[in-house]
């Protein structure tokens, strides 16, 4: 990870800087780099986290803003240890294994850059699933 990028990261994670003028940063670093050549396609950032599920009688299309994820892994790093131990207790108690602890907005931001081309298909005679980011 580039310094500029580790920066701007910590500005978010300090407050100093809301979501949005990150990403903007974060776009105006990659244009910077990319040193002004002309590409054919152009890649843009995820935007939402979408899971799409058909079946023969019902349908299911949740579609959720990755902005509503980033101010969540925020508001995250506000749960006291405590409350965070006594959450992963519980997951783990149903068989989750999860650690709010683990989730920083900087490790969050390379998961969505990372998920930006993934999409999972699975299709049966009865069912249609569907999980991507757009």
Do not use: H, W, Y
Request: charged share 35%; aromatic share 4%; net charge negative.
């Amino acid at each position: 990870m580039s310094n500029e990028r580790r920066q701007i990261l910590e500005m978010l994670a300090q407050g100093k800087i809301n979501t949005d003028e990150a990403e903007r940063l974060l776009d105006a670093m990659r244009e910077r780099n990319a040193g002004g050549a002309e590409q054919a396609t152009t890649v843009t950032r995820p935007r939402f986290f979408r899971v799409f599920v058909k079946g023969e009688d019902e349908q299911v299309d949740i579609r959720v803003p990755l902005q509503l994820i980033r101010a969540g892994v925020k508001l995250g790093a506000l749960i006291p240890p405590e409350a965070q131990a006594k959450i992963s207790g519980k997951l783990e108690e149903k068989g989750i294994q999860f650690d709010l602890s683990n989730i920083k907005p900087e490790t969050l931001e390379e998961l969505i850059d990372g998920l930006s081309g993934v999409s999972i298909d699975v299709k049966d005679e009865e069912e249609t699933v569907r999980v991507f980011c757009e």
